[in-house]
């Protein structure tokens, strides 16, 4: 079936790298996500990868996709106190609901 | 653009009582999803639709209803309201099978 799994909680410091870890069961999945929630708000659509891809970089974000052991890795660079935040990671398959299936959330602290 | 609106941000209810949240899109998306978020437990799929007038079951549809009888309204009913349904409700939108676009949430409880 599909079940998606992430770490609940990572601590860094300011200006460290952050690496949050994503492992998943399902291997048609087509695209795979990242959302960052803040308190109190939606769900912010941070970067994806298409599945047939090994890394996408975007500013100070790097997803690193290992399909063969289903894991995905969102690494922030330079983390800030703005980063703190819950991160999801999701993914979706092939046909036509769109439907996603996310992680429990990975809560990211970053101490000053 | 607005985006993807939810009607109410807040509710308190009491068990056994109805409600409907509205969600809102004016992005033209086709596709449209109901989440509700419980701690630990990430985000999981109520019921869904891919298109006007047509809805589907999701992982965890049992006590909630569907609606959408406009392409950018998507409603969620609770007949009879259970302190289980206490959650916060997210919707969201797409236009294909992909980005799926998220509301603020509304944040339910049930005494």
């Known amino acids: 079936g599909e079940d998606v799994e992430q770490s609940l909680f990572l601590s860094v410091r300011e200006g460290d790298s952050s690496v949050i870890n994503c492992t998943y069961t399902?291997?048609?999945?087509?695209?795979l996500y990242w959302y960052k929630q803040e308190p109190g708000a939606g769900l912010q659509l941070l970067t994806y990868i298409f599945s047939n891809m090994d890394m996408k970089q975007d500013q100070r974000l790097t997803v690193l996709l290992n399909k063969k052991d289903k894991h995905l890795s969102l690494r922030i660079a330079d983390t800030q106190t703005g980063d703190s935040a819950i991160y999801f990671c999701?993914?979706?398959?092939?046909?036509?609901?769109?439907?996603?299936?996310f992680g429990q959330g990975t809560t990211l602290q970053v101490k000053p | 653009n607005a985006g993807v609106t939810q009607t109410p941000k807040f509710r308190v209810l009491k068990t056994g009582q109805s409600m409907t949240l509205l969600c809102a899109q004016d992005m033209n998306h086709e596709y449209m999803y109901w989440y509700r978020q419980d701690p630990g437990m990430g985000l999981r799929l109520i019921h869904y639709s891919v298109g006007e007038g047509t809805t589907a079951k999701g992982e965890v549809p049992d006590g909630y209803n569907v609606s959408r009888l406009k392409k950018q309204n998507f409603l969620l009913g609770l007949e009879s309201a259970a302190p289980s349904q206490t959650s916060v409700y997210f919707c969201a939108s797409n236009l294909r099978a992909d980005t799926q676009y998220f509301g603020p949430g509304t944040r339910l409880t049930v005494l």
């Open positions: 999701a993914e979706s398959f092939s046909g036509n609901t769109g439907k996603l299936i």
């Open positions: 399902d291997s048609s999945s087509t695209y």
